[in-house]
C-alpha cells in the first residue's frame, strides 16, 4: 500500500476524506498533537486509522503514525459479527446477569450498568448481548472498545461514534462538541452505548461517558476489570449511584457442562468435563481456548459416540501468551516462588518460607497470582489459577526442575501423612535421582493404587523395581500388577505376577499375589475356572486365619460373579460372624454379602453389609485391590436400593458416588459410576438421561473393564434404545459387543436386552420367550429379584396369565412393595381389570418407577375399552400419554397398542388458537362459537393429549 504524508496545513476534510474516517479522529490526532507542543505530520495507508505513536520524523519533529485500519468502524466488525454468526459458544448460564441488565435499560427510569470481572469470565460477551437485547427492544445502540493504543488518543477509543465537529485544539471543546454530537444522535430514541474495557479510556473519553450518564444523554454498559486500576469517572458512576455495578464470576461448574456440550454437541466423558473445570475454573476464555485447541491437535475427540481427552491438557500459544501477560514483570525471587507452587502445589506457607523470602508471598498475593488458603489447622499458598501452573512449568529448564523436584521433596521428608508419601514420590520419581530411594517409591506406589491412582502407581512401581531388591521388589510387583490390570492390560499384568513370584518369599506374599492374579485371570482374561482354583489353594495354604478370611472373602466376590449370589452371601455372612475379622477381610466378605442378598432380594441385610463395607474400607489404607471392593459395594448398594423399590434413594445414592469418583484421580471406575447413574435414571423413567450415562460407560468399559460390568452396561443402555423405539442402535449393540460373558451373573439382564430388542422389532412372541428364558436363568443362579423383574417384562409385553403365580411367590421372598406390585400387575392384567390396573399405575408411579407406571397405565386403558367404559378408557389414556411425556417419549409395545384418538378438526382448531395465545373469548369470537363450547373443545383436547393446561398444549401438538 502506498503512504502519504499530509502536511498540517492540509484540510481535516481531505484528511478524513483519503483516511475514509470521520473528521472527528482527524480533530482528535491534531489537538493530541498540540497538547505535545509540536507539529505533527500524518503518516497514513489507504487501510484507514489505528494505533498512534510517537517517533522522529526526518525534520526531527514527532509524528503522528496511523498504522492500521481502524476495525471500530464498523460496528460491530465483520469478523466478530460473522463468528457470532457462527460461533457454537453460545451465551451460557448468564440469564440472570443478562436479565439484570436488561431491566436496568429498559426499565421507566433507565439506568448504566458496569459489568466487573477478571479477565476471560465473559464480561464482553455479556454487554454484546444486552445490547442486542436493547436492540431488538427499539433503543439505538452503538459499541466501542478502550485498548492500551486508543488511550493515547483523546477520544480515540470512541471516535468512529463522533461525526465531523471540525477542528479543535482545547479538550474542553472537545468534550462539549462530542456530548453536543451524540446528543444530536440520540435524539429522538433511547441511546445504548456499550464500552468494552473501560478501565482502558482516556481521561476524555470516560469523562464523555460520565457526562452522558450524568445527563440520561444515553445509558452506558461498561465493562472493568477486576484488579486494574479504573480512572476516577469510572469509578464514581457507581459509586455515586448513577449506574449499577454487576459482578461477573467464573461460569458454574453445570453451567460450564451445559455449555462445552453444546459446542461438541454430544455426549461429553464426564472425567473430561472434570479436567477441564479443574484446568479452567469456569473462565471461559480459558475453557474456549482449551477446547478448541483439544479439537485441532485431536487431544479432544470423539470415540464411541462420546467425547474424551486423552493426554496433557496443553494450553494454546494465544493462551499461553494471555497468562504470560498477567505473569509479567516478576523478580528473580517471585518467579522462583510460582515455579516451586508450578512444581509441588500447594505449599504450606511454613514451608514456603524455608525456601524463599516469605514477603515474596505477600508480593504475588497483592498482584492476584496467589492465594492464601488458611484452613484453620494449617495455611496453604495456591497458585491463584490452575492454567498458571501449566505455564510456569513449561518455561522452567528440565535440569532446573529436576533440582527444584528433589529439593522440594526433601522438605516432605521423613514422611508423616500418607500424603507426604505420595507427594515425595512423586516429585523423587522425576527428578534427577529416582533411583536412590526405591522403598520410598514401592510405599508410594502402594498409597497411589490405594487412591486410585493407577496410572502414577505403574510409573512409580516400575520406578521401584528397577532400584530394589527383596521385600520392597516384592511390594513393587504387586502394586504394578494391581496397577497394570487397572489399565485394562490383563496380558502385560500376567507377565508382571510371573516376574513377581519369585520375590513371593512368604506366605502374605504369595497370598496377596494369588489374589491380585486371580482377579486378573477372572475378569481380564475370562479364566474362571483357573481363577477360582487359585484362590481356592491360596485358602488351603494359608499359615493363620486371617489370611484364610481375607482368601475366601475375595472368593466370595469371585463367585456372585460367577453367577453363584446364594454362596457369595452365604461365605460372605460367614466370615462376618468371625472374631478378630480384620478391616480388609471385612471389606470383600461385605461385598459378596451385600451383593448376594440384592440378588437374592434380601434388600434389608444387604444395605446393612453395605455400611459394614463402606466403613471398613475407610479403615484400610494398603489393601491391594481397593478400586474392587468400592465397585463392588457400590453395586451391591444400588442393587439393594432399586430391588427394594427406593428408586428416588437409588438416583441420589449414584449421583453421590459419581460425584465423588470425580474427585478422585482417573481411574476405571470412571465408567462404572457413569453407569449407576444411568442405570438408575432408567429406573427413574427418564431413558434419554439414561442413554447419556451409560453411552459414556459403555465407550469407557470398553476400552477397560478390570471389575467385570461391560457386559452389564451394554445390556441396559440396548434395553434402554430398544424402549425408545430404536430398534436398530439396540441391535448394533448386542451385535457388535466383544464384551466376554465370563460374569455369569449379568447374563439374565443380557437376554433381557435381546427380549425388548425383539419387542422394539416387533417380533412380541420372542421377546416374550427371551423374557421368560431370562427369568428361568434368574431362577437358576437364585437370582429372585432379577428373575422376578424378567417375568414382569413378560407381563409389560402382555403375557400375564403364565407369571401371575410365580411373581405371588417371589412377592413373599423379595423384600419391598415393588416386587409385589408386579404380582398385582400380572394379576390385574390378567383378570383384565382396568380399575385395579389404574390402581397399579399409581402405586408404581408412588414409588418412582415411571417407566411401569406408563405401561400399567396404558394396559389399564385397553382394559376399559374392552369393558366399554369410555371415560374411563380416555382418563387412563390419558394418564400414560402423560406419564410417557415425562418419561421422556418412550415407546414401548404396551402404548403402542393404544389406539389414540386424533383430534377433531375443531378440536385441532380451537387448540391451535389457544397455542397462539388467544383466550376462550376471543376464539369463541373468532370461530362463531360459545365460550362454553369451546371450553368443551379444550376439554376433549386435553383429555387425548393427556394435559391438563394450556402450558403442554404446544409441545403435546408437537409431539400428536
Known amino acids: 500500500m502506498s503512504t502519504c504524508c499530509y502536511e498540517y496545513g492540509s484540510s481535516i476534510l481531505s484528511l478524513s476524506t483519503f483516511y475514509d474516517v470521520s473528521p472527528m479522529v482527524i480533530s482528535s490526532l491534531l489537538a493530541y498533537a498540540e497538547l505535545k507542543g509540536s507539529q505533527p505530520a500524518i503518516g497514513a495507508t489507504r487501510g484507514g486509522v489505528a494505533n498512534v505513536s510517537e517517533g522522529a520524523g526526518a525534520a526531527g519533529c514527532p509524528r503522528i503514525a496511523i498504522d492500521c485500519a481502524l476495525d471500530q468502524r464498523k460496528e460491530p466488525s465483520t469478523l466478530v459479527g460473522a463468528a457470532m454468526r457462527t460461533d457454537p459458544w453460545t451465551l451460557t448460564g448468564r440469564d440472570a446477569e443478562l436479565r439484570f441488565i436488561a431491566e436496568r435499560l429498559n426499565g ?3 439506568r448504566s450498568v458496569v459489568i466487573a470481572g477478571p479477565a476471560g469470565v465473559g464480561k464482553t460477551r455479556l454487554a454484546r448481548e444486552a445490547l442486542a437485547v436493547a436492540k431488538r427492544g427499539g433503543r439505538l445502540t452503538r459499541w466501542a472498545a478502550g485498548t492500551s493504543a486508543a488511550a493515547a488518543i483523546p477520544l480515540g477509543a470512541v471516535a468512529h461514534l463522533l461525526p465531523a465537529v471540525g477542528t479543535a485544539s482545547d479538550p474542553l471543546t472537545l468534550l462539549q462538541r462530542a456530548g453536543a454530537a451524540i446528543a444530536e444522535q440520540g435524539k429522538g430514541h433511547r441511546l445504548v452505548i ?4 473501560a478501565h482502558l479510556l482516556d481521561e476524555l473519553s470516560v469523562t464523555l461517558l460520565h457526562q452522558l450518564a450524568l445527563t440520561r444523554t444515553a445509558c452506558v454498559v ?64 480459558f475453557l474456549r481456548e482449551l477446547v478448541e485447541g483439544g479439537c485441532d491437535t485431536g487431544a479432544l475427540h470423539m470415540r464411541d459416540g462420546v467425547w474424551r481427552w486423552e493426554g496433557r491438557m496443553e494450553p494454546t500459544p494465544r493462551l499461553r ?45 497483592r498482584r492476584g497470582l496467589v492465594t492464601v488458603v488458611n484452613s484453620g489447622w494449617r495455611a496453604e499458598v495456591w497458585l491463584a489459577h490452575p492454567i498458571y501452573a501449566t505455564v510456569v512449568r513449561d518455561q522452567l529448564p528440565e535440569a532446573n526442575a ?21 507427594r515425595a514420590g512423586m516429585l523423587l520419581l522425576d527428578s534427577d535421582q529416582p533411583g536412590a530411594h526405591a522403598g520410598l517409591l514401592a510405599e508410594a506406589a502402594v498409597h497411589a493404587n490405594a487412591l486410585l491412582d493407577h496410572e502414577n502407581a505403574a510409573r512409580l512401581a516400575q520406578a521401584a523395581i528397577d532400584g530394589s531388591e527383596g521385600r520392597d521388589g516384592m511390594r513393587a510387583h504387586l502394586a504394578l500388577l494391581e496397577a497394570v490390570r487397572w489399565q485394562g492390560q490383563p496380558e502385560e499384568a500376567e507377565q508382571v505376577a510371573a516376574a513377581a513370584a519369585p520375590f513371593a518369599t512368604s506366605a502374605e506374599d504369595r497370598s496377596h499375589l494369588a489374589v491380585v492374579r486371580a482377579l486378573n485371570l477372572f475378569f481380564g482374561l475370562g479364566q474362571v475356572a483357573k481363577a477360582e482354583a487359585m484362590l481356592h489353594k491360596a485358602a488351603a495354604d494359608a499359615v493363620d486365619n486371617e489370611m484364610r478370611q481375607h482368601t475366601s472373602a475375595v472368593h466370595g466376590v469371585l463367585a456372585f460373579f460367577a453367577g453363584r449370589p446364594q454362596q457369595a452371601a452365604e461365605s460372605g455372612a460367614e466370615i462376618l460372624a468371625s472374631e478378630a475379622l480384620t478391616p480388609e477381610a471385612a471389606v470383600w466378605a461385605s461385598g459378596a454379602t451385600a451383593a448376594g442378598l440384592a440378588a437374592r432380594g434380601r434388600t434389608t441385610e444387604a444395605l446393612a453389609a453395605v455400611a459394614g463395607g463402606w466403613a471398613a474400607l475407610a479403615r484400610c489404607t494398603t489393601e491391594p485391590e481397593i478400586a474392587l471392593c468400592r465397585q463392588v459395594l457400590a453395586h451391591g448398594e444400588l442393587s439393594a436400593l432399586l430391588v427394594a423399590g427406593r428408586v428416588p434413594d437409588a438416583v441420589a445414592r449414584a449421583t453421590e458416588l459419581h460425584e465423588w469418583c470425580m474427585t478422585a484421580p482417573k481411574w476405571a471406575g470412571d465408567a462404572v459410576a457413569a453407569a449407576h447413574v444411568g442405570w438408575s435414571a432408567l429406573a427413574a423413567g427418564r431413558p434419554r438421561t439414561a442413554i447419556r450415562w451409560l453411552s459414556e460407560a459403555v465407550a469407557g468399559l470398553s476400552r477397560c473393564d478390570p471389575g467385570g460390568f461391560g457386559q452389564l452396561c451394554i445390556a441396559l443402555l440396548a434395553q434402554t434404545h430398544a424402549q425408545l423405539g430404536d430398534a436398530g442402535a439396540a441391535r448394533r449393540l448386542l451385535d457388535s459387543s466383544q464384551v466376554g460373558h465370563h460374569c455369569a451373573v449379568f447374563e439374565p439382564e443380557w437376554l433381557l436386552a435381546e427380549a425388548w430388542y425383539a419387542a422394539a422389532d416387533d417380533r412380541t412372541c420372542q421377546a416374550v420367550d427371551r423374557a421368560l428364558r431370562a427369568a428361568s436363568v434368574a431362577a437358576g443362579m ?10 414382569h417384562t413378560a407381563v409389560r409385553l402382555g403375557q400375564a396369565g403364565q407369571v401371575v403365580g410365580r411373581l405371588r411367590q417371589l412377592a413373599g421372598q423379595v423384600e419391598g412393595p415393588l416386587v409385589a406390585a408386579y404380582g398385582a400387575h400380572a394379576q390385574a392384567l390378567a383378570a383384565g381389570a382396568g380399575g385395579d390396573l389404574d390402581e397399579v399405575a399409581a402405586e408404581f408411579e408412588a414409588m418412582g418407577v415411571r417407566l411401569l407406571a406408563t405401561d400399567a397405565a396404558a394396559h389399564a386403558a385397553a382394559a376399559h375399552v374392552r369393558a366399554g367404559d369410555r371415560r374411563r378408557a380416555a382418563a387412563s389414556t390419558a394418564r400414560a400419554a402423560s406419564l410417557a411425556r ?17 383430534l377433531t378438526s375443531r378440536e385441532g382448531e380451537v387448540a391451535s388458537l389457544v397455542v397462539q395465545g388467544m383466550k376462550n373469548q376471543a376464539i369463541a369470537e373468532r370461530l362463531v362459537l360459545s365460550v362454553r363450547t369451546v371450553e368443551a373443545h379444550l376439554a376433549n383436547a386435553y383429555a387425548k393429549l393427556g394435559i391438563s393446561s394450556r402450558a403442554e398444549l404446544a409441545k403435546a401438538l408437537r409431539a400428536d
Open 782 to 791: 437364585g437370582q429372585r429379584a432379577v428373575e422376578a423383574q424378567a417375568l
Open 321 to 365: 501468551e494471555i497468562v504470560q501477560a498477567q505473569l509479567g514483570g516478576l523478580g528473580a525471587d517471585e518467579r522462583t516462588a510460582l515455579e516451586l507452587l508450578a512444581t509441588d502445589e500447594p505449599l504450606g506457607l511454613g514451608r514456603v518460607a524455608s525456601l524463599i523470602n516469605p514477603e515474596v508471598v505477600a508480593v504475588l498475593e
Open 194 to 197: 456499550g464500552i468494552d474495557d
Open 222 to 285: 461498561l465493562t472493568v476489570r477486576t484488579g486494574e486500576p479504573a480512572p476516577d469517572p469510572v469509578v464514581t458512576l457507581w459509586k455515586n449511584g448513577l449506574a449499577d455495578r454487576l459482578e461477573l464470576g467464573q461460569l458454574p461448574r453445570l453451567e460450564m457442562d451445559r455449555l462445552v456440550t453444546g459446542v461438541l454437541e454430544g455426549v461429553v466423558n464426564s472425567r473430561t468435563i472434570e479436567r477441564l473445570w479443574r484446568a479452567t475454573r469456569g473462565n471461559v476464555l
Open 402 to 422: 529436576c533440582h527444584l523436584r528433589r529439593r522440594l521433596a526433601n522438605t516432605h521428608l521423613p514422611w508423616k501423612r500418607q500424603d507426604d508419601l505420595l
Open 886 to 902: 415425562a418419561c421422556e417419549e418412550i415407546r414401548t409395545p404396551a402404548l403402542e397398542q393404544l389406539a389414540p384418538r386424533p
Open 108 to 110: 421507566g427510569e433507565s
